[in-house]
């Protein structure tokens, strides 16, 4: 044991050292590494399939945390995008629905909030949409969840 600890030393060292947290994936490690390497908004477009994206969004990648691939995958996809609160809350208002989510509720404010299940996928969704700073992005979490069974 005592002969691993200076290569665990080591490890942790070089762990620390990293640019910062990893887009993750549950069953496909290497895709959620690549996805963190490469800072790839299509590659974590792909890990999140099915779901509603606007154009021009950009993947916080320090808070979000994808287990799965696919349109099976869980957990939150947070990002910022280039248009007004409203107009991203009228996007997936209107495009969630065309990738099989049912809209349970709505409520549009300053901090904004959609809830929508899937019936093929037994999953939520709740999504918070919130106005950015004076330059005008919107930071968006997308968490997804298995849904209960009662």
């Not at 959620?32 to 021009?56: E, H, R, Y």
């Amino acid at each position: 044991m005592f002969r691993r600890a200076p290569a665990l030393a080591l490890l942790l060292t070089l762990g620390a050292c990293s640019d910062g947290p990893a887009v993750t994936a549950n069953s496909a490690p290497s895709a959620a590494d690549n996805a963190a390497a490469a800072g790839s908004t299509a590659q974590v477009a792909i890990l999140a399939k099915g779901t509603a994206l606007p154009a021009g969004y950009k993947v916080d990648p320090a808070r979000t945390m994808i287990f799965g691939t696919d349109d099976r995958w869980l957990g939150r996809l947070t990002y910022t995008a280039s248009g007004s609160a409203d107009e991203v809350f009228d996007f997936l208002h209107r495009e969630m629905p065309n990738f099989g989510w049912v809209e349970i509720s709505a409520m549009r404010s300053d901090n904004s909030l959609l809830t929508f299940t899937s019936e093929s996928t037994s999953r939520m969704a709740t999504i918070n949409i919130r106005r950015g700073s004076v330059m005008g992005s919107t930071q968006v979490d997308m968490v997804v969840a298995p849904k209960s069974a009662q």
